[in-house]
């Protein structure tokens, strides 16, 4: 059973920046994908951004440009740099690691950190 621990939501202005945090309670080097998910109220989670095993990455068009996934295997932390944040931004932030464990994927989920982009 993974653990995820997401921290860095709160209340931005438009344009402003957010780092969301992914602290993991395994290696995260032996977690295949790790993602980040969205939720704004009244929508479907949507996948926001991957970053794999080897460190490749991937981004909704939403995002791309604005915001970048990245790795710290020695803190088994992934992050969520979140710059031009746009009042669309606003949702629960939820980290995901989706993992092929015992001959089967197994996905984790944290708690979730809100985000809130708004003058």
């Known amino acids: 059973q993974v653990q995820l621990v997401e921290s860095g939501g709160g209340l931005v202005q438009p344009g402003g920046s957010l780092r969301l945090s992914c602290v993991a309670s395994e290696r995260i080097l032996g977690i295949n994908v790790m993602n980040w998910y969205r939720q704004a109220p009244g929508k479907q989670r949507e996948l926001v951004a991957v970053i794999s095993s080897s460190g490749s990455t991937n981004y909704a068009d939403s995002v791309k440009g604005r915001f970048t996934i990245s790795r710290d295997n020695t803190k088994n932390t992934v992050y969520l740099q979140m710059n031009s944040l746009k009042p669309e931004d606003t949702a629960v932030y939820y980290c995901?690691?989706?993992?092929?464990?015992?001959?089967?994927?197994?996905?984790?989920w944290g708690q979730g950190t809100q985000v809130t982009v708004s003058s």
């Open positions: 995901n690691a989706h993992r092929w464990y015992r001959s089967e994927w197994n996905d984790y």
